[in-house]
């Protein structure tokens, strides 16, 4: 059993004996997660926990890098909204009524892209189609702008994000980060306005 299982037994351990002296000495944020957690683990039927032991220990079993993809890839997933989801869930589903061979082509299209291509299409459909264009601009920010230049991006109508690509091409890498603060500080009813004139100077 490896260091995390030990752990995550000893977590399953405390839920299941409903060990509440712990979740008084927990910030609020956690406390509230840990009680939802041990509501959950007691709703769980025996054969639902066996079940959950055994995804922790195939879990476990993946190599960091593979895990570190699947957790950025949940993170995208939960950042989406419905109407990125529903859109996702009908390529899904139309995905898996293809040929066999037809998917074998289209996942190997996918395997092919770079690995920043592939994070683009993680932003969803909308974004991840405008990726390509815009990845120079956006591919390299500093980790406390990220959240806030993803949401810029999302409120982005298809011009913005058509002129945010073509300047994206024309903008100096070392003007990149000056450029995208000053856009951050635009109001976003002005946004469009804004880039149509810098795109046209």
Do not use: K
């Amino acid at each position: 059993m490896t260091r995390r299982s030990e752990a995550l037994a000893f977590a399953l351990a405390i839920l299941a004996a409903g060990s509440a002296c712990w979740v008084g000495a927990l910030p609020l944020g956690v406390e509230t997660q840990v009680a939802d957690s041990r509501a959950r683990w007691s709703a769980l039927s025996p054969e639902q926990r066996a079940r959950a032991a055994s995804r922790a220990q195939a879990w476990d079993a993946l190599p960091p890098a593979e895990r570190a993809r699947q957790r950025g890839r949940y993170q995208a997933w939960r950042a989406l909204d419905e109407g990125q989801r529903a859109q996702l869930r009908a390529a899904a589903q139309a995905f898996a009524g293809l040929p066999a061979e037809e998917q074998a082509r289209l996942r190997t299209l996918y395997d092919h892209l770079d690995a920043s291509q592939q994070r683009g299409w993680e932003l969803g459909p909308g974004l991840g189609a405008d990726w390509p264009r815009l990845q120079p601009l956006f591919a390299y920010v500093p980790v406390d702008e990220r959240a806030a230049l993803l949401t810029l991006l999302r409120q982005s109508d298809a011009t913005q994000r058509d002129d945010l690509a073509a300047l994206a091409q024309r903008i100096p890498p070392q003007e990149r980060a000056a450029f995208l603060r000053a856009l951050l500080r635009i109001e976003p009813a002005r946004r469009g306005e804004w880039l149509h004139q810098r795109r046209n100077q």
